[in-house]
């Protein structure tokens, strides 16, 4: 049974296949769109709220030719008068995959050892793999020529990610970076380093531990490609929000910040941002802003990443 909860769910060969899924089915959006996921159901557990994420994943089963479930995890009996085992078991009788957006990454992994169906992680507070394929695939667009090698464009590209480096998306650019061939580096306050989890999946799939932290934002972006940031105050954080703030408020990317990258490098942020805080308004309205199309691309690869589950489920 394969799954996508993590970036390396998916072996190089199959991450380019996913990105050239995505570039065609974004071209034929509104023309043709095969229907892969015709006569099925697939349901979204989702226990954090969101916008980009429920949407693409809804309008992107809907595009398949499937039916989308969307399920609060306040209306089910997910852990409340039920196990995650047992919920995984049951909804495998009803629904053909599960996209889940949850708390703790372990919560995922039951699942999808527990069911018979694909699980896709549409965030947990380790990792966020649909964001990271998509950031990807927004930078390939970019930099791959005309109908060319897409993953391939990503090699020795430099990433930089500022604010909160022992988040989800910092964790997931480490993973993502290593797998794309990319180079990282990241630049948060002392006590945000990457974490010794992210460490050991490196260690676990069999990727070098090769990312650089720095305390000093300016050294991070400097011939960086790429200049990264999220929110400093992640869902379930909130109280600590004013020590977030006033710890991360010296890697704010501002527009001297973002000067510091290359001169063509582009700014992405997952969004939603918070002007005045992670991002100034100015970089924000950059025209090498590029956080509208990170948006948009959600809708494209997820689509991909569902059709490529469901031809693999159905090979059995």
């Given at each position: 049974?394969?799954?996508?909860l993590?970036e ?5 060969h199959?991450v ?5 899924l ?11 769109t ?7 159901t697939?349901?979204?557990i ?6 980009r994420?429920?949407?693409?994943f ?15 995890k306040?209306?089910i ?6 196990s995650?085992e047992?919920?995984a078991?049951v909804?495998?009788r009803?629904v ?10 372990a919560?995922?992994?039951r699942?999808?050892?527990?069911g018979?169906?694909?699980v896709?992680?549409?965030?947990t507070?380790?990792?966020h793999?649909?964001q990271?394929?998509t950031?990807a695939f ?13 993953l391939?464009?990503l090699k ?5 990610f500022l604010?909160d ?11 993502g970076?290593?797998l794309?061939g990319?180079?990282i ?6 006590g945000?380093?990457p974490?010794p989890?992210?460490?050991a ?9 090769d ?11 400097k011939?960086?490609?790429v200049?990264?940031t999220?929110?400093w105050?992640?869902m ?7 020590q977030r703030?006033a ?5 704010a990317?501002?527009?001297?910040v ?6 063509d490098?582009?700014f992405?942020?997952?969004l939603?941002?918070h ?6 308004q100015?970089v ?11 948006a ?20 059995g």
């Open positions: 049974m394969k799954h996508f993590k390396t769910d998916f072996k190089p199959e380019a296949e996913v990105f050239a995505a570039r065609d089915l974004k071209a034929k959006r509104g023309r043709h095969p229907p892969v996921l015709q006569h099925q697939w349901a979204l989702f226990s954090k709220s969101s916008t994420t429920r949407v693409s809804e309008v992107g089963v809907h595009e398949l030719g499937g039916n989308p479930l969307f399920l609060n306040n209306d009996q997910l852990g409340r008068g039920e995650v047992d919920t078991k909804l495998s009803f053909h995959g599960l996209i889940v957006r949850t708390y703790e990454h919560e995922v992994e699942l999808a050892a527990s018979t169906i694909p896709i992680n549409a965030l507070d380790f990792l793999p649909c990271i394929y950031d927004t930078l390939a667009e970019r930099w791959a020529p005309k109908g060319g090698d897409l391939g464009s020795g590209r430099k990433i930089a604010g480096t022992a988040c989800n998306m910092a964790n997931s650019w480490i993973l970076a290593a794309f990319m180079k580096s990241l630049s948060g306050p002392k945000f380093e974490s989890e992210i460490d999946l490196l260690k676990q799939e069999g990727l070098a531990k990312y650089h932290f720095t305390t000093d934002p300016l050294e991070a972006v011939d960086a490609d200049v990264y999220d929110v105050v992640s379930g954080k909130e109280e600590e929000t004013k703030i710890q991360m408020s010296p890697y990317v501002t527009a001297e973002f000067a510091a990258a290359k001169p490098a582009w992405m942020h997952c939603p941002a002007p005045g805080e992670e991002v100034s100015e924000l309205d950059n025209p090498r802003s590029i956080i509208f199309d990170q948009e691309n959600r809708l494209h690869i997820q689509k991909a990443i569902m059709a490529t589950l469901a031809s693999n489920q159905a090979r």
